[in-house]
């Protein structure tokens, strides 16, 4: 059995009444990726991202099988911790990319390298919890704010109201998901209203990203055409379809390797991406002339 990558979530999954947190990923192989390839087209990103973990997830703690259900409960933050460790040992713990400078009128394109161990090995530190409590101050005066962290779940729901073309309501109902309850100055919960919702927004995503720092990465950048500085936005999903992509597709690598070594597609595909890449480099080196 192909050796397993150990990931330390943050939040994690509660079950038997304990906190999960140490989570075990089989290595990504070329079954995985000709059935990825395959998932593309039918499903969203976020919907991607869930069939993916739940396929190379092999336990989160205590739990075995991991299922699905188990991914959609992971918080954003601990799905991306995923992907970016999926990228690390899949590919290299230093990723190049290409930003574009933001700004209309330059767009320049610049290189950066992204050391994704800064990424996974990040962790918050206030301790985990199903909800957390903030004070924040609305038009009316100061509030209390009950919330909990965007889930898969969540994301799901968020990315099929995008490919909807409903922005408005990705953000809305994100928010509304997300507060669990709302006190004011006295203690008394209050509702929240359309309006309260949009000021607590920004409130919200604020403690988001500081609770869950891999939910929300970004590299910032120093444009080096106009001088001025951005942040570019780290994709963990997009992170390793490009890492997949620079590396041309499976089936001619198959192709490749089957006619110099003779082996059956389900031998070849069952090997780990990394360990396809050795022989490719090998059968590379024997066509060179010397
Ligand atoms: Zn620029």
Same mark, same amino acid.
């Given at each position: ?6 990931? %330390? ?9 304990? $906190? ?31 069939? @993916? ?28 911790? =995923? @992907? ?53 101050? @609305? ?22 109201? =995008? ?27 209050? %509702? ?44 963990? =999903? ?10 041309? %597709? ?8 089957? $006619? ?5 597609? $389900? ?7 990394? $360990? ?5 480099? =090998?059968? %590379? ?6």
């Amino acid at each position: 059995m192909a050796s397993l990558l150990n990931v %330390d979530l943050w939040t994690g999954l509660v079950a038997e009444d304990r $906190r999960q947190s140490g989570a075990r990923l089989c290595a990504f192989t070329g079954e995985d990726e000709a059935a990825l390839l395959d998932t593309a087209g039918r499903c969203l990103p976020a919907e991607q991202v869930t069939w @993916l973990l739940a396929r190379l997830l092999d336990s989160i703690g205590g739990i075995r099988p991991v299922g699905v259900e188990h991914v959609r409960m992971l918080t954003v933050g601990d799905r991306d911790r =995923l @992907l970016f460790a999926l990228c690390s040992a899949t590919f290299s713990p230093e990723m190049d990319l290409v930003a574009r400078c933001p700004f209309e009128e330059c767009g320049e394109l610049t290189e950066l390298t992204v050391s994704l161990e800064t990424l996974t090995g990040h962790v918050p530190a206030t301790p985990p919890a199903d909800s957390f409590e903030k004070q924040i101050e @609305l038009e009316e005066g100061p509030f209390t704010l009950r919330f909990r962290l965007p889930t898969g779940q969540d994301q799901e729901k968020a990315c099929r109201h =995008l490919a909807a073309q409903d922005a408005a309501r990705v953000e809305a109902e994100l928010v509304r998901e997300c507060v669990l309850e709302l006190r004011d100055a006295k203690g008394r919960p209050v %509702d929240c209203a359309a309006r309260r919702l949009a000021q607590i927004r920004p409130h919200l995503e604020a403690a988001w990203s500081e609770l869950d720092p891999s939910a929300d990465c970004f590299s910032q950048v120093e444009c080096p055409a106009c001088g001025r500085a951005y942040s570019a936005v780290l994709d963990a =999903l997009s992170l390793f379809m490009a890492g997949l992509e620079n590396r041309g %597709d499976i089936f001619h690598q198959v192709d490749r390797l089957a $006619r110099a070594y003779h082996w059956s597609e $389900r031998e070849l595909l069952a090997l780990s991406f990394q $360990r396809r890449q050795r022989y490719l480099e =090998l059968v %590379d080196s024997q066509a060179r002339p010397s």
